[in-house]
């Protein structure tokens, strides 16, 4: 299986982080990078350099006036005086019906959802290149690869059309199913990441062609709190379209894969033509986060499990901080994922 990685991926190093309010180092260290590369060359995967891939395909899924503030909110921050080294919103709007501000840091409330996603002279660039990875990955696939990974870092999923959010900037998978729009008429989305992939969930609710699934950690006490409940199916074309699976906390490999077959039931309905997993590994039980208790060994049942699916698969790179067996739980993924399927 190929894989996909830009060594620009790395420059990207947040240091602003609340945990409850307290300050902490922020979690999506670049370090993660080399752990993740460790595991997929362990599974025997070769890592090749995308190709620069513009802003068509990251304009397909965000709004212009949002990439421009990506572009250039780091350079005009720096403008104002006694501001922090990094962008960090200090204001929200409410409900977003009031007017798109001209000010920096009125930008910074409209466009950033949170304060994990600090934005640094490098994150630009950095979010760029994640994203071309997924775009690579989805053309080796329309080139007729069976399966492709993209080491995506920065992740994506909590990044809406035109917000940032929990260390998300441009949303990764969600850039490679549109771009595998172009060959495939339904494109499903699994997410099973430990947190819901809200941002995922946001740019497609509206959309028929597009499933969008998730399993995570229940939003009723855990990160994104607002978004990833049952009850949230898709809106107009896109009614039933959306499909949550939240479990309660801590649970282990058994339910997370009896989940995952309920999952199987709606993909499989949907007939889809190509599909997107949204890997994160964050529901390791090991996990920093420690909001559910999958094993390495469930991991790679999981990616036994998604083979068998038998469709052309872009696998994307979201959470999953680190730990010991980080890098181990993304080679057990593609290991099982790899004896499932002709990759
Ligand atoms: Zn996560």
């Known amino acids: 299986m190929k894989a996909f990685f830009a060594e620009e991926q790395k420059r990207h190093d947040p240091k602003a982080f609340l945990s409850s309010g307290a300050p902490q180092p922020n979690p999506e260290q670049p370090e993660r990078v080399e752990r993740l590369l460790a595991g997929a060359k362990s599974a025997g995967l070769m890592i090749e350099r995308p190709r620069e891939h513009g802003l068509g395909p990251v304009a397909a899924v965000h709004t212009p006036e949002y990439l421009a503030f990506l572009e250039h ?8 005086e006694g501001a922090s080294a990094e962008v960090i919103p200090n204001i929200h709007p409410l409900a977003r019906t009031g007017s798109y501000p001209a000010s920096a840091v009125g930008q910074a409330g409209y466009h950033m959802a949170d304060t994990a996603c600090p934005i640094s002279a490098e994150t630009w660039h950095s979010a760029l290149w994640s994203a071309w990875s997924s775009v690579e990955a989805a053309e080796a696939v329309m080139a007729g690869a069976p399966a492709a990974y993209a080491l995506c870092r920065p992740p994506g999923h909590h990044a809406f059309a035109d917000v940032a959010g929990g260390f ?6 969600a850039v490679a199913a549109q771009v595998l729009r172009k060959q495939a ?6 997410d099973v990441d430990l947190h819901h992939g809200n941002g995922t969930q946001g740019i497609f609710y509206t959309r028929s062609d597009v499933l969008t699934v998730s399993l995570h950690a229940d939003p009723v006490r855990f990160y994104p709190f607002f978004w990833g409940h049952a009850d949230e199916r898709g809106e107009g074309p896109g009614l039933g379209y959306n ?3 939240p479990l309660p906390r801590k649970s282990a490999d058994a339910a997370f894969l009896e989940a995952l077959e309920v999952a199987f039931q709606r993909i499989r309905a949907f007939s889809p033509d190509a599909l997107v997993v949204a890997l994160g590994l964050d529901a390791f039980e090991g996990d920093p986060f420690g909001g559910l208790s999958v094993t390495t060994p469930g991991f790679s049942r999981i990616g036994e499990a998604i083979a068998k699916l038998g469709l052309p698969t872009i696998i994307v790179q979201e959470g999953g901080y680190l730990c010991d ?3 181990d739980n993304l080679t057990a993924f593609l290991t099982g994922f790899a004896a499932n399927s002709d990759s």
């Open 243 to 245: 499909f949550n699976l």
């Open 168 to 173: 998300c900037f441009i949303n990764n998978s």
């Open 185 to 190: 008429a339904r494109v499903v989305i699994l």
């Open 73 to 80: 909110i780091f350079a005009r921050w720096q403008r104002i």
């Open 325 to 327: 067996a980080l890098g």
